[in-house]
């Protein structure tokens, strides 16, 4: 029965990215614009701070908004700039504050949390965003209509297409004006397909997967790290203020854009790839124990591994990220496996734990109990591609999928009712 496979089609929103080529008019005016959605967070974030610590109620977003309305007719420059900014900066700022409250329930220790910041003109994202409603926004061959700033020409690198919902105008600090046009849109989803797959992050190469395929460390961080520290060298050594230094300091910021785009390049292609062939998808638990626990076995083995694994660690969650939405798109399974499950010294032949094998240069290893020879990568992808099965299993409830020891005997049966059963992401349990 699920062998017969139509095109489905999914509803999904979509974020394209352009660079805007602004008039030096229109410049001036997403710059004022950015500096004004600044100041109605820091303002309001100032008013907020007040009344907290007179121990008032605190202003919610609504009451916010009704003083913005007010401080729009005192201050006239407000005016000028579209207000689907301020309002959204409003948004900004209570999104801050929610973050920081359940932050505060969660932790334990309170000291580490930390509390909605000011933003500065430098080291903060610059952008804004604005709100399609009624026109407002409009997309025609290659310019983009926005509110206040009118027509704005931009690079097509590709079709937009869809319902607008909103767009992000990003000042980045190469001084390019990015704009990021959120679409609803219709996606073709995959074909569905029978294959499952475990898969182990690493610190050597990026991930293992249960087939034993490796996928390697991308190479461009090697070949931009030259190129990376000369452009530090020449940063450090300008002299403050001169007009060298502000090139230097685009020159290292172009560096970062470069690796950036490639970093994300390759995990969109890896991630796309892996999810077209694979129904249910088994990876470890990212949280940020897990995390640190990484550092620690790196350091443990040089320098260079330890900053390898600081670096891999903000692009393994931007991974799952991707990972987790391109799933929902397309029907297909993400289940996270538990930290403390023992991936790497279970054998995955018999279930002999082997404590050995906790010593992070031990990369193939025989089992002492059933003598099968393990290759400590693929054997963890392969211990992670079972636990999250069993979970899945364990949760869904099919008594057939198991036999009396707990091992899964059919896959496909698990797969197909979990697909039926329409199970997008259990929690780790
Ligand atoms: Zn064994």
Known sequence: MYSTQFLKLAYV?????????????????????????????????????????????????????????????????????DKFALQNSLKNLEAAYKNFFTDLKKAKNKKGVGFPKFKKKHRCKQS??????????????????????????????????????????????????????????EIEKHPQVTKNIGLDLGIKSYLVTSDGEVVNNPKYYRTQKRKLRKAHKKLSRSVKGSSNRVKARIKLAHTYERITNLRNDFLHKLSTRLIKENTIICIEDLRVGNMLKNHKLAMSISDSAALASLRASASWSKFVTMLEYKANWHDRVLQKVGTFYPSSQTCNCCGFINPLVKDLKLREWSCPSCSSYNLRDVNASLNILDEGLRILTAAVGIPDALNACGEIVSPGVIQAEIVEAGITRLEVV
């Open 13 to 81: 929103q979509k974020a394209f990215q352009v660079t805007l080529i602004p008039s030096h008019s229109q410049k001036i005016l997403i710059n004022k614009t950015i500096g004004c959605t600044r100041f109605v967070y820091n303002h309001f974030l100032a008013l907020r701070k007040e009344l907290y610590s007179a121990e008032q109620k605190t202003l919610n977003y609504n009451a916010c908004s009704q003083q913005l309305t007010l401080l729009k007719k005192e201050i006239e420059w407000l005016k000028v700039v």
């Open 128 to 185: 804004y965003k604005t709100n399609f409603t009624n026109g407002n926004i409009q997309v025609i061959e290659n310019r983009l209509k926005l509110p206040k700033l009118g027509w704005v020409k931009f690079h097509k690198s590709q079709q937009i297409s869809g319902k607008l919902v909103n767009v992000t105008v990003t000042l980045t600090n190469t001084g390019k004006y990015i704009a990021t046009i959120l679409c609803e849109t």
